[in-house]
């Protein structure tokens, strides 16, 4: 079986790395090597990853100077031997089958790409994300049409986490090294979408056993002060490399819908021409309920608190026990009860139009009167 090279960038994450390794050094497939790519770290973690690598010669560690995921990637990537590619982050954890599985999808179909689901574990909790593309083996003009872009806000065609991908080395050694080094928001998009232009084949699969672990300190959820530029970054080397393969009328719409989700996740405050633009409008001083703690409910209150132009009467998720132990002050969706009338409006603070509908049903049933829920207005979604 041809070798896969997984590559495991690494920043300061002492508390996760040997469990993340340990699920790596554990899995079926007979001929993996083991890239771990200390990106400077300023803990344990260079430690912990050379002791693993002294008890097991199929892990390589690479130490290098604090330049951030890009980069660490693409070093990662220049050592690498295999004939494939794979990826985890250092603070997650992968099914002792998981490598196996793709291996074994990619020889029944002789694809290039491997696409499969992952789990998202908040807690004890596990949710299942899986592309909306459906289950088979494509040419890239046959899924380009909504490769990005479900064409429900906010679904991918494709999910473009590089951890749920087995990727053909060739490919990567044309797009991954092209990619801008400033950019720190969507640094996956980056590569699997230009890749998937390069592909032959793409197979997408319902393999999942990839966990992608919630914390609170998850790079995804870290804000930097040059938001809007970071950003930018992402989207000008997007719409370049759509324009370099010629697939820029396909691409366009559905790179103008993931700029405006990405600048909702991580520049609410631009789209507020209004207080809460995306809601429709919130008047000043409302009392508002932010149902979700994810990554878009930590954005909206760290916002609103910090504004101080709206009232967060009360933050609620199903998860709440594991926010409460990350330090959130969450309680469960059960708490507006309690509220009685004394709350104008509950916010739902989920991109994906399908769990806000379910969201929806779930308030109404707790008795919270429909004109009171806001997610995305029509006039947001049509920009």
Not at 112 to 136: E, F, H, M
Not at 203 to 223: E, M, P, R, W
Not at 264 to 286: A, E, N, T, V
């Amino acid at each position: 079986m041809e070798q896969i090279s997984v590559i495991v960038p690494i920043f300061n994450n002492e508390e996760f790395v040997e469990k993340c390794v340990r699920s790596i050094l554990a899995q079926t497939h007979p001929n993996l090597q083991i890239v771990l790519v200390n990106d400077g770290s300023t803990d344990s973690s260079l430690q912990i990853c050379q002791r693993l690598r002294d008890a097991d010669e199929r892990v390589l560690v690479v130490d290098k100077e604090h330049s951030g995921t890009v980069h660490t990637r693409q070093r990662g990537l220049s050592v690498a031997t295999g004939e494939w590619i794979g990826w985890v982050d250092a603070d997650d954890w992968v099914e002792q089958d998981y490598f196996l599985q793709l291996a074994e999808s990619q020889v029944q179909t002789g694809a290039d790409i491997i696409a499969a689901d992952l789990y998202i574990d908040i807690g004890y909790d596990s949710q299942r994300v899986s592309n909306t593309i459906p289950k088979g083996v494509y040419k890239c003009d046959q899924i380009l049409s909504n490769l990005i872009y479900s064409g429900r806000f906010f679904e991918y065609g494709l999910q473009p986490h590089l951890v749920t991908k087995l990727i053909r080395k060739k490919i990567l050694e044309k797009t991954q090294p092209s990619v801008d080094q400033r950019i720190r928001v969507g640094e996956d998009i980056a590569v699997v979408y230009p890749s998937v232009l390069e592909a032959e084949a793409i197979a997408v699969t319902d393999i999942c056993g990839y966990h992608y672990v919630q914390h609170a300190n998850s790079v995804t959820k870290v804000l930097y002060q040059d938001e809007r530029e970071a950003l930018q970054h992402l989207m000008n080397y997007l719409y370049c490399t759509a324009e370099k393969k010629r697939v820029f009328t396909a691409l366009e719409p559905q790179l103008a819908q993931l700029e405006k989700y990405l600048m909702f996740l991580r520049l609410l405050p631009l789209l507020d021409q209004q207080i809460l633009l995306p809601y429709g409008g919130i008047p000043y001083h409302s009392r508002v309920v932010i149902y979700g703690a994810g990554v878009s409910g930590q954005q909206i209150y760290r916002y609103l608190s910090d504004s101080h132009i709206v009232d967060v009467t009360l933050w609620v998720d199903k998860n709440a026990a594991y926010y409460q132990n990350e330090g959130f002050p969450v309680c469960l969706p059960e708490a507006i009860k309690g509220l009685g009338n004394e709350y104008d409006y509950v916010l739902i603070a989920n991109t994906s139009e399908s769990s806000a509908g379910s969201i929806q049903d779930f308030l109404v049933q707790l008795q919270v009167p429909p004109k009171k829920i806001r997610w995305f207005s029509q006039s947001f979604l049509d920009i």
